[in-house]
């Protein structure tokens, strides 16, 4: 089957691209695209897809913030990006990769202005975790 004119690639429910014609059982609806997205919007709506086992939708709303924040948030958003992108490989089984994200992220959590609402101590948390620093994650 040929790609639809105008129509994403599905995917599954870690961002795997899954073929055209796909089981539709495994097809997870992807992020809605946003040119804009508040601090509180991106924090809430990433948190309920983490909550749903859906780290890369995650990863997709830190992303849209990211493009649209102020320049003096940019860091943080980046390193929520990043943090979710780890969780992602973390899920995927790829722990190896998950744990150089989470490096990226906590270096560059450590070193961002903080961006209200975001809980920056359960991000640093999980993303020790991630690494293998220290105890149980929240996500």
């Known amino acids: 089957m040929g790609r639809p004119v105008g129509v994403e690639r599905p995917r599954d429910r870690l961002g795997r691209p899954l073929p055209w014609d796909g089981d539709p059982a495994l097809i997870v609806e992807s992020v809605p695209t946003r040119s804009t997205i508040s601090g509180s919007q991106a924090w809430s709506w990433a948190l309920d897809y983490l909550d749903r086992d859906l780290p890369f939708h995650a ?31 973390r899920a995927r089984g790829n722990q190896v990769g998950a744990q150089r994200i989470a490096r990226r992220a906590l270096a560059n959590l450590e070193s961002a202005t903080p961006a209200a609402p975001v809980d920056a101590h359960a991000v640093r948390a999980s993303l020790e975790h991630l690494i293998g620093a220290s105890g149980t994650s929240p996500y």
Do not use: I, K, M
């Not at 997709?60 to 958003?77: N, T």
């Open 59 to 89: 990863h997709e709303v830190f992303e849209q913030r990211w493009r649209c924040c102020p320049s003096d948030e940019r860091l943080a958003w980046q390193a929520l990006a990043q943090w979710a992108a780890a969780l992602t490989h």
